[in-house]
């Protein structure tokens, strides 16, 4: 199981990014998925995260910002993050619960993807 997340990059305060994160192997399902966020020097904070069911929960700091979203039979989970303030910037990972083909849960990590909010 292999989770590419991509989508990040630079951008004004004020303006907006789509991140996604699709896994790919020999997948059964994918369960919850969590986006984590890791400002410089800092260390890896849960920004927003998805179940199954469709529930969502949000860090206090981006709520009414950022909005997770996931597209369960492509097993991919998407963060739309509007009014980017400098405080955003960090390495965006997604973590994403996978039951494999072995009748095994797992949680797999994406590679990160980068995202600088500055004018």
């Known amino acids: 199981v292999q989770l590419q997340a991509c989508g990040g990059g630079l951008v004004q305060p004020g303006g907006s990014l789509r991140l996604s994160c699709a896994a790919s192997g020999t997948i059964i399902m994918t369960g919850d998925v969590k986006w984590y966020r890791q400002a410089p020097g800092g260390q890896r904070d849960l920004v927003a995260g998805i179940k199954v069911g469709g529930s969502t929960n949000y860090a206090d700091s981006v709520k009414g910002r950022f909005t997770v979203s996931r597209d369960v039979a492509r097993h991919t989970a998407y963060l739309q993050m509007d009014s980017l303030k400098p405080d955003d910037t960090g390495v965006y990972y997604c973590?994403?619960?996978?039951?494999?083909?072995?009748?095994?849960?797992?949680?797999?990590w994406g590679q990160g993807t980068q995202v600088t909010v500055s004018s």
């Open positions: 973590n994403v619960e996978v039951l494999s083909s072995d009748s095994v849960w797992a949680c797999y």
